[in-house]
């Protein structure tokens, strides 16, 4: 039998949907994530907004600081001085405000006119009525008489005097329509320009000023001259009057006479006066007696200066262009000092300036005196904040010019009395690299000039460190003084983090070394400064101090290092015992200190009886220490006493009986022998000299036999030799 056949299965034909592409899930995209995402993208426009309003609120709060802030802070530099309207508000109010001044003399002058013209129109008309009667004959007495003749000629006399008064009346009565039309002129000159700006309005004012001038001012030289022209024609009528009727008697009339005698001589005064004031005005240009005459005579003189002949008026005319830079700077200070209105001082205050006065000693006409007066009323109670803050900035820009200019100002700057002023008014901590500039223009103290254009905080830091230098130095203590006082009271209120920031611009070894070398301070100036310096440092700077004073420079101040070892030195601070402290002992010894001698004393007691004193290189500065301990009666006439306590004196003189133990071998002397009493302590150089007695300070008490090592040194001529022994049980 054949197989059964198997039917044949055709392939399977994919489907469409089975044949396209896997594509892969994406896990982000789900509701919760696209949410976030929205979220997100809110948020930043949500950041962007805050962004803006940040910025916003940025730019208008440093606008009400700035607003704040600016009547304390010194005017600004004007880029474009002419173009500023505030600069012409202010010019506009002083050209007014000078016009004014003019203007209400001038009003014056025609005011007196006025009522004077009136007095004088009265006085003048009394004297004109019967000079004008005297020229008519009496009436005739015929009243049947039909025609009537002229009257006769009157005398020359009796016509001349009536002409003088009636001339005098209408000189009066022209010089009262010009006083009127003059008024009226100068009420217009007040009133206000028409004009959109400040500027336009200046200008106007002043171009109208130029233009009333021409007719303003003549018009007051005619009023004051036709007003001594009718007064000048009156007199001369009243006196040619008076002369006339002394001489119509047949005798002499003595007293009338003597009246017209008199008022000549009046008239020939007040002539001569006017002459004189003439004269007055030719001569000086800042003449206050001016006028038409005296402007003729001196243009005149300047038409004749070219002459050969006329060349002494060059020097007989005394002109405002002769006047020096000195004599317009003192006009100005002297006009400050005497200003009343403090609104006028905020204009003045910028000019005020150091440099011009420095600029200006050669002539010494410009007193140091008259500077402080005018820097007093500028930095008076009743002058604004920016006011004063404009003339205490002035210190700083002029330290700024004698840095570049040092040599062109060395002369005047280093005045006494002008550097005495300038130290009375530096402000603090701010004007130290101001007064580190004026100090480097002395002798020896170039280094400063450095300093003085740092920082201020900077500059105070590095003035701590300026004694650190191995050369000779000028004269700087009190600048020093003061930037450690300002210190030290940041420390004594509590503003440590403050010293700290001053402190991180220099090295602290290198402040201690120019307390080492610098002058001598106040122990009240410096004592919390010192402690806070060293506080982290103490072992450091102790060690440093004691490796120092081994080869020491010849400026070395004790009573600084006395200060610093104080700050140290405390119950709770124990100084290494592996290391020879003897310079500092011998510095100590040498050099105490009244008040920091009971801190420095108990702390070196007890390291004497921790340490090990045969190491110790210098026993005799130890002898000296310890006797000095011992004795209750150390010090001098000078100090206080020299307080040390009873523990310290205790453990002294227990150190003296069983380490030490003094013989003395005599030697022929060299010089005359000296009672023993005491240690004497010699300040210089060379080694320190110990006189002791020739028994030991406590013979009762039993001196240690037993001797390991002995040390003989030779301390004088009368030789003492020292042996120190240890202790044995």
Excluded at 196 to 221: G, Q
């Amino acid at each position: 039998m054949s197989a059964p056949s198997v039917p044949a299965i055709p392939p399977a034909v994919p489907d469409a949907q089975s044949m396209a592409p896997v594509v892969p899930h994406d896990a982000f995209d789900t509701p919760r994530f696209n949410r976030l995402l929205e979220l997100m993208e809110t948020q930043v426009v949500a950041t962007e907004e805050q962004k803006k309003t940040l910025v916003d609120h940025g730019v208008k709060l440093d606008a009400l600081v700035k607003d704040a802030l600016r009547d304390d802070q010194p005017y600004d530099e004007e880029q474009d001085p002419w173009g500023n309207e505030q600069l012409w508000g202010g010019v506009y109010e002083i050209a007014t405000a000078k016009m004014k001044e003019e203007a209400e003399e001038w009003k014056g002058l025609m005011d007196v006119s006025l009522v004077f013209i009136a007095i004088f129109l009265t006085v003048l008309t009394a004297f004109l009525v019967p000079a004008s009667q005297a020229l008519n004959p009496a009436s005739s007495s015929s009243p049947t008489n039909s025609t009537v003749s002229p009257p006769p000629l009157p005398a020359k006399s009796a016509q001349d005097v009536c002409a003088l008064y009636y001339l005098a009346l209408i000189s009066a009565l022209c010089n009262a329509v010009l006083c009127v039309l003059g008024r009226q002129w100068v009420g217009k000159l007040l009133s206000r320009p028409t004009g959109k700006t400040h500027k336009e309005r200046t200008i106007l004012h002043e171009v109208r000023k130029e233009l009333a001038y021409a007719w303003i001012r003549p018009l007051v030289v005619v009023l004051y001259w036709s007003l001594i022209l009718s007064i000048g024609l009156f007199i001369s009528g009243l006196l040619y009057q008076l002369r006339n009727l002394s001489t119509s008697f047949q005798q002499s009339a003595p007293i009338l006479e003597t009246t017209w005698s008199l008022g000549i001589v009046l008239v020939a005064l007040i002539v001569a006066l006017i002459v004189a004031t003439t004269i007055h005005a030719t001569k000086f240009e800042g003449s206050p007696f001016e006028g038409v005459f005296s402007t003729l005579v001196v243009m005149l003189i300047k038409l004749l200066r070219n002459r050969w002949r006329w060349r002494w008026t060059q020097k007989w005319r005394a002109g405002i262009e002769r006047m020096s830079g000195a004599d317009e700077f003192r006009i100005c200070m002297d006009l400050i000092a005497e200003a009343n209105d403090p609104k006028l001082l905020d204009r003045v205050s910028s000019s005020f300036s150091y440099r011009a006065w420095v600029l200006l000693q050669w002539s010494d006409k410009v007193p140091i005196e008259l500077l402080t007066r005018a820097y007093d009323r500028l930095m008076a109670s009743d002058t604004s904040t920016r006011v004063r803050e404009t003339v205490k900035a002035q210190m700083s820009r002029f330290a700024k010019f004698c840095r570049v200019h040092q040599w062109g100002v060395h002369d005047s700057v280093n005045k006494p009395e002008f550097l005495q002023f300038l130290r009375s008014r530096y402000s603090f901590p701010s004007d130290f690299p101001t007064w580190a500039t004026m100090e480097s223009i002395q002798e020896n103290n170039e280094d400063l000039r450095e300093l003085g254009a740092l920082p201020y905080e900077e500059c105070v830091a590095k003035l701590l460190c300026t004694h650190d230098q191995d050369k000779p130095l000028g004269e700087r203590y009190r600048i020093f003084e003061l930037a450690v006082d300002h210190l030290n009271s940041l420390v004594y209120r509590g503003e440590e983090d403050h010293v700290t920031q001053y402190l991180s611009h220099v090295d602290h070894l290198s402040v201690v070394r120019s307390f080492i070398r610098g002058p001598g301070i106040w122990y009240y100036s410096v004592n919390d400064f010192l402690r806070f310096l060293v506080q982290d440092h103490r072992t450091e700077v102790l060690l440093y101090i004691n490796k120092f004073l081994r080869d020491p420079p010849d400026n070395v101040n004790h009573q600084n290092v006395s200060y610093i070892l104080d700050a140290i030195l405390s119950p709770e601070f124990t100084l290494p015992t592996n290391t020879d402290f003897s310079p500092i002992i011998a510095s100590v010894t040498r050099h105490p200190h009244w008040r920091c001698w009971g801190n420095i004393s108990s702390s070196l007691i007890t390291y004497f009886g921790q340490c090990n004193l045969l190491a110790l290189s210098d026993p005799t500065s130890v002898v000296m220490f310890l006797r000095q301990c011992v004795d209750p009666e150390f010090g001098d006439e000078q100090t206080p006493p020299f307080n040390t306590t009873d523990e310290s004196r205790t453990q002294a003189q227990y150190i003296l009986d069983t380490h030490f133990r003094h013989t003395v071998t005599p030697l022929p002397p060299s010089r005359p022998s000296t009672p023993p009493s005491r240690i004497n302590v010699t300040p210089q150089a060379k080694p320190a000299f110990v006189k002791v007695s020739d028994s030991p300070p406590h013979s009762s008490e039993t001196l240690v036999t037993q001797r390991r090592h002995c040390l003989h040194r030779r301390l004088s001529s009368s030789s003492i030799h020292l042996e120190m022994s240890s202790a044995a049980d």
